[in-house]
Each structure stands twice: as C-alpha cells, then as structure tokens.
C-alpha cells in the first residue's frame, strides 16, 4: 500500500524585546543563575496582576502582516488550563479563539494563525531529581501554526529556513535554535496516496533542536507509520520524541486536544483592541528587500548575507550614498577596512576614499575608458542624446565597471558627455 506523508508545523519563537509577557522581568535570561529573573508576576504567585508588553504584541501584528496574515479587529488572551511542574500557575495565558493573525502563507504553504502567549519554565533533570528554572517562565513567545499542507520533510527544511530568515530579518526574534529562541514541533500522519480527507490521528513530534534534526525524525516517524500501517495496525494520536542515537521516535505521552485545556478568556487582562492591532506600518519582506537589492545589481550570496544581518543591511544603506553600490558591498561583505559593525559607516567611507584617491583612473587612462564605453553602448548614447537623462546614469555604470569603480562620478559623466558630444 502506497502513503503519503500530511505535516503540519507548529513553531514557537521568543520575541526579542527587553522584558517579559505580563511583567518587568528581563527576558536576556540565557546562562543566567537558575530563578534570578522572577517575580511574583511570572511566578504567579497570589495577588499578582499581569500588565500585557505591548511591545511584543507590535512585533506580533509585524509578523503576521508579513505572513499576509489577516489581522483580528478583537484578540484577546486566554487561559490553557494544564498542570505541569514548569506552569507555576496551572495554567498558561495564550490565545485561542481570538488570536491576533489568522491566514496567510508561506513559499505557497498556508498558515492557520499566528498568536501570542507566554513561556513556561525550564525542567532539568539531574540523577533521579528534577529541577524547576522558572527564569524563562512569562517570556513572551509567537507561536505560528499552518495548515497540514508539507508532505516531504525537505519542504518542511526550506519553508522554517525563510521564516527564519523573516524572523531576523524584520528584528522580531534571534531565533536562536541553540538558546531556545526557535522551537519547532510537527504534527505528522500518513493517508493512501490519492485520498483527501486527513486521516483519523496525528503524532506530535516535540524537543526538536535543529532543521536537520526535524527532517530527520519526520523521515524516522514516517517510516514507523508506514510498517504499523502495513502491518494492520492503528496509531495512537500522542506526543513523540526523536532518539537521534538509535534512529528512533519515543512515546512521550498522549496527544492532547483543545477541549481538554478548557480555554476561558482570561479575566486580569482586557481583549486588546483593533487601535493596536492595526497601529503597524507592513514592513518589508525578505522577498521584497531581495528584489530591490537584485535590482541594484548585488550578486545573490550578497543579497542573503544582508537579509540575514539586518545590522550590516543597515550600514550598506548608509555608505551607499556615498560609495558605489557595488564596492559598497564588497566593502562590508568582504571586511576590507576590518570588522564594519566595529568600525561604523564614516570611518568606511573615509578610508574607501582615503584609497581610492591613490588609485582614481583620471587624465588619458580615463579618456580612454570613456570613450571605449561610448562606442559599446551605442543604444544608450542615442537614448541620451534623445534627452533621457537615466541613459547617462547607465553609461556611468559602465564607465565604474570597466574601472572598477576607480572613478569620480561627477569626471566621469564629464567624459562620458565629452566623446558623446563629439560624436554628434
């Protein structure tokens, strides 16, 4: 018998802001002392009353506008009732029926919605005891759920690489796989290759730690559930860990449905109206920044490097309006005048020019640049001289390119405009 695999992603990201969901706890809790960053508020202890960041809930309304999510006029938090050693509350504020993005989609993968909610604590197990860090407890966390559309693990691989990269990009989250700030669960089961309707079960698979990772259980489990379904047997709907060193899914414990977490508005914070909701401008996506950096003529490894930093992303936009954009990029990419981010956009510039001004293309050397540009561009000189300015910005660049960028722009449309005029 012939299956195909139905995956559906659930993936949970902190939000970088300075302090905690409900509390003015910091959230830069990573290698800190063990119950060093609490209060009564996120340990929740009696009497304390959460107060929403409104900071992460911007970042929130960012995301799902950059997922083409539709944005909620009404949100509002809830209580996901379950008892756990690392839940000081016994219940988890999340969103449920009202979440704060709903739709959207991803490389033409759908997304069910996006919500915002707070972390648990952190369980350590030593020898035969279990220790309880509630450091992370309250620490604002995105969760972004889609539809069960993936049927190959490595669709799965390349569609967290671009959210990632959404992620970074638009400042929302580190997502940090090895500190936690990224976690990943999937929701997986198998159907006869043909059929349409989603089979009766699913099997979670939680505490994954990379990409690879993840594509490597989804391809364990997947094989798990074709034998038992070969062999006539059933599925439990549960919850399943990734043994890596003997290549095997564990049972962890039963999958859980939403009616079992009884889900009630929560009734220490008011809904969170549509003025907040709708106050974010739609920032640029990755996609968006990669068309207009390919529009200027940036190699595509140039283009992913800056839409993965946003910082040297920033620095080119700045020292671009002085140096070409080409030898912009190759100044930061390639650490020409040492670390950029150390060094600071002006003191770039200055030392971009302090270089060129011992090796600028002038006198004969680029007379004969120009003119060689004017007579292989034929097209474009007829265009300016018909009057369209953009033809001479054109020739320019030509000009750069062929000296590698080792001219002054202001001489170098002054010779350019020399051999046309002399040709006319």
Same mark, same amino acid.
């Given at each position: 018998?012939?299956?195909?695999?139905?995956?559906?992603?659930?993936?949970?990201?902190?939000?970088?802001?300075?302090?905690?969901?409900?509390?003015?706890?910091?959230?830069?809790?990573?290698?800190?002392?063990?119950n060093t960053a609490t209060c009564p508020v996120c340990l929740g202890l009696p009497g304390a009353?959460?107060?929403?960041?409104?900071?992460?809930?911007?970042?929130?309304?960012?995301?799902?506008?950059?997922?083409?999510?539709?944005?909620?006029?009404?949100?509002?938090?809830?209580?996901?009732?379950?008892?756990?050693?690392?839940?000081?509350?016994?219940?988890?504020?999340?969103?449920?029926?009202?979440?704060?993005?709903?739709?959207?989609?991803?490389?033409?993968?759908?997304?069910?919605?996006?919500?915002?909610?707070?972390?648990?604590?952190?369980?350590?197990?030593?020898?035969?005891?279990?220790?309880?860090?509630?450091?992370?407890?309250?620490?604002?966390?995105?969760?972004?759920?889609?539809?069960?559309?993936?049927?190959?693990?490595?669709?799965?691989?390349?569609?967290?690489?671009?959210?990632?990269?959404?992620?970074?990009?638009?400042?929302?989250?580190?997502?940090?796989?090895?500190?936690?700030?990224? /976690?990943? *669960?999937?929701?997986?089961?198998? $159907?006869?290759?043909? %059929?349409?309707? #989603? @089979? &009766?079960?699913?099997?979670?698979?939680?505490?994954?730690?990379?990409?690879?990772?993840?594509?490597?259980?989804?391809?364990?489990?997947?094989?798990?559930?074709?034998?038992?379904?070969?062999?006539?047997?059933?599925?439990?709907?549960?919850?399943?860990?990734?043994?890596?060193?003997?290549?095997?899914?564990?049972?962890?414990? /039963?999958? *859980?449905?939403?009616?079992?977490? $009884?889900?009630?508005? %929560?009734?220490? #914070? @008011? &809904?969170?109206?549509?003025?907040?909701?709708?106050?974010?401008?739609?920032?640029?996506?990755?996609?968006?920044?990669?068309?207009?950096?390919?529009?200027?003529?940036?190699?595509?490894?140039?283009?992913?490097?800056?839409?993965?930093?946003?910082?040297?992303?920033?620095?080119?936009?700045?020292?671009?309006?002085?140096?070409?954009?080409? *030898?912009?990029?190759?100044?930061?990419?390639?650490?020409?005048?040492?670390?950029?981010?150390?060094?600071?956009?002006?003191?770039?510039?200055?030392?971009?020019?302090?270089?060129?001004?011992?090796?600028?293309?002038?006198?004969?050397?680029?007379?004969?640049?120009?003119?060689?540009?004017?007579?292989?561009?034929?097209?474009?000189?007829?265009?300016?001289?018909?009057?369209?300015?953009?033809?001479?910005?054109?020739?320019?660049?030509?000009?750069?390119?062929?000296?590698?960028?080792?001219?002054?722009?202001?001489?170098?449309?002054?010779?350019?405009?020399?051999?046309?005029?002399?040709?006319?």
């Open positions: 018998m012939k299956y195909e695999p139905v995956i559906g992603l659930e993936i949970h990201t902190q939000v970088k802001v300075q302090s905690k969901m409900f509390c003015s706890c910091s959230t830069n809790v990573f290698g800190s002392e063990p009353l959460p107060v929403p960041n409104f900071a992460a809930i911007e970042k929130t309304v960012t995301l799902a506008k950059a997922l083409g999510s539709t944005i909620a006029s009404f949100s509002q938090f809830e209580r996901k009732n379950y008892f756990y050693p690392d839940l000081p509350k016994g219940f988890q504020i999340s969103q449920y029926a009202n979440p704060i993005g709903v739709g959207g989609a991803l490389l033409g993968f759908k997304i069910t919605r996006v919500h915002l909610e707070e972390d648990t604590g952190r369980l350590l197990h030593e020898s035969e005891a279990t220790l309880i860090d509630f450091n992370r407890s309250g620490i604002p966390l995105i969760e972004i759920v889609t539809e069960p559309e993936f049927s190959d693990p490595r669709e799965v691989t390349k569609f967290l690489k671009e959210l990632r990269t959404i992620l970074v990009h638009l400042e929302i989250s580190d997502a940090d796989m090895e500190k936690g700030s990224l /976690r990943l *669960e999937a929701n997986i089961s198998l $159907r006869k290759v043909g %059929e349409k309707v #989603l @089979p &009766p079960y699913k099997v979670e698979l939680k505490n994954i730690n990379s990409f690879a990772f993840l594509e490597k259980a989804l391809n364990v489990e997947i094989e798990r559930q074709r034998k038992a379904l070969d062999a006539g047997e059933s599925i439990a709907q549960e919850t399943r860990g990734f043994d890596e060193k003997r290549n095997v899914t564990v049972s962890q414990r /039963r999958k *859980e449905e939403a009616f079992d977490y $009884r889900y009630f508005p %929560e009734p220490d #914070l @008011p &809904p969170i109206t549509q003025k907040i909701l709708i106050s974010r401008e739609k920032a640029k996506t990755p996609d968006k920044v990669r068309e207009e950096y390919r529009a200027l003529g940036l190699p595509a490894h140039y283009v992913e490097v800056f839409i993965g930093d946003r910082e040297l992303a920033s620095l080119f936009e700045e020292i671009r309006k002085e140096i070409p954009t080409l *030898e912009a990029a190759n100044v930061l990419i390639n650490k020409r005048f040492g670390d950029p981010k150390k060094i600071g956009a002006r003191a770039i510039i200055d030392a971009f020019f302090a270089k060129q001004e011992r090796l600028m293309v002038t006198g004969e050397e680029l007379q004969s640049a120009a003119e060689k540009v004017v007579l292989d561009n034929d097209a474009a000189v007829s265009d300016y001289s018909k009057g369209k300015e953009a033809a001479l910005k054109f020739l320019l660049g030509q000009l750069m390119k062929v000296t590698k960028g080792r001219v002054s722009p202001d001489e170098g449309k002054e010779a350019l405009k020399k051999f046309i005029h002399a040709r006319a």
